[in-house]
């Protein structure tokens, strides 16, 4: 048995911030934290600096030169290291819509080598797709959009060896509210995005069990006064959890605000949408099949200028959240942690500093800049 305690300014717990202290970490997990250290223990010292819960990126496709779509068993152990670079300590590695092989092999390398990364962890796989609309495809390609199909999914599930917690899809196709309460029954997370459905279609959707938004603004249909299109059920539709992409590029900070005060810190997620020239130099990369030139912050298709995901990382969104006024740091923290957990239903390994949960916390400083990534109590990471 191991036993050693943490110090520092600064505690994020999930439902209050202390001041000072000592956290005990136990075999690798949270113990309880106390206002005295107990003699004779190892101490890590962090007076001056704070310690939040490590951060949970739901919607990531890549980083590190990696993708998910590459269906290398390497790339996504080399992603999962490399995050940690970025204060992720647990994550879904995200398909893009693509051909019923090609989805099937990314899903079987990623669970080839789930349970066995030493970086962040593998928490499941989102299928971002490929259930879309070509109205607003974005960077995912319309050749293999259709229908949804429990026959297709259940085989990509099992390629998966049942890691696949979330899927996305259109309210508008055929068959959606069959597929989404099977889903449900399933315990899979089913998200809406890439859609241009009305507000009747999305709360069919939801209320078949859908629950989640995808990167809200982007890939979907907008809001009029006369028909709230999908920004507009994400707005009204309660108890349901939004995306939010907060780079900067994919939202202004102003539409970040409205949706914060719509949905409530609670029910916000903080994502990437990251592809594989995160944590990259400036140039020309592959997003599934299409060419992408990454420049000036931003991802975008060669073809059309279009977004195509992201470069952002998380612990750069939690600060712009902050940076621009929208959170204070234990919220911004919140929605990049419990939050995003909580959206699917993996908030009961991750996402907070809670005892007897792994020991997977971050050290920033006093402008939330990352010291270090511990991953079950471990230092993986050092800035």
């Known amino acids: 048995m191991t036993c050693k305690y943490i110090t520092a300014d600064t505690f994020y717990f999930l439902d209050e911030t202390k001041s000072g202290g000592y956290l005990e970490i136990r075999d690798g997990h949270f113990g309880e934290w106390r206002s005295e250290l107990p003699d004779g223990v190892e101490l890590l010292d962090y007076r001056g600096y704070q310690i939040a819960p490590g951060l949970v990126d739901t919607h990531i496709h890549g980083y590190g030169g990696a993708d998910i779509m590459d269906a290398d068993p390497q790339g996504v152990l080399q992603m999962s290291q490399a995050l940690l670079s970025t204060g992720v300590t647990s994550f879904l590695p995200t398909t893009l819509t693509s051909s019923f092989e090609q989805l099937e092999k990314a899903a079987a390398s990623v669970a080839s080598v789930a349970g066995t990364e030493k970086g962040a962890k593998i928490q499941g796989i989102y299928f971002e797709g490929p259930y879309f609309t070509e109205e607003y495809k974005g960077a995912q390609n319309p050749a293999y959009m259709g229908d949804p199909s429990l026959e297709e999914f259940d085989a990509w ?126 140039g020309d990369y592959m997003l599934g099949e299409f060419p992408v030139v990454v420049e000036n912050g931003t991802a975008r298709l060669k073809s059309s200028g279009s977004l195509a995901g992201s470069i952002l990382k998380l612990k750069d969104g939690l600060k712009n959240v902050v940076k621009w006024g929208l959170a204070s740091p234990a919220e911004a923290i919140r929605m990049a942690s419990y939050v995003p957990a909580k959206s699917v239903n993996i908030d009961d390994v991750c996402g907070q500093l809670t005892a007897g949960y792994p020991a997977d916390f971050i050290v920033l400083d006093k402008d939330l800049n990352l010291l270090a990534t511990y991953i079950n109590g471990e230092k993986g990471f050092e800035a």
């Open 157 to 282: 599930q099992k390629a998966a060896n049942g890691l696949i917690k979330k899927i996305a899809l259109a309210p508008e196709r055929d068959g959606v509210a069959t597929f989404v309460s099977a889903m449900k029954e399933r315990g899979v997370t089913v998200a809406l995005g890439h859609s241009n459905a009305t507000y009747a279609q999305a709360k069919a959707a939801v209320d078949a069990g859908a629950s989640v938004w995808v990167h809200v603004y982007n890939g979907m249909r907008g809001l009029t006064h006369r028909e709230l299109g999908m920004v507009g059920s994400a707005y009204h539709i309660p108890d349901t959890y939004a995306e939010w992409i907060c780079d900067g590029h994919h939202s202004v900070p102003e539409a970040g605000d409205i949706l914060i005060k719509q949905k409530g810190y609670d029910h916000v997620a903080l994502i990437t949408d990251c592809m594989r020239a995160g944590g990259c130099p400036d």
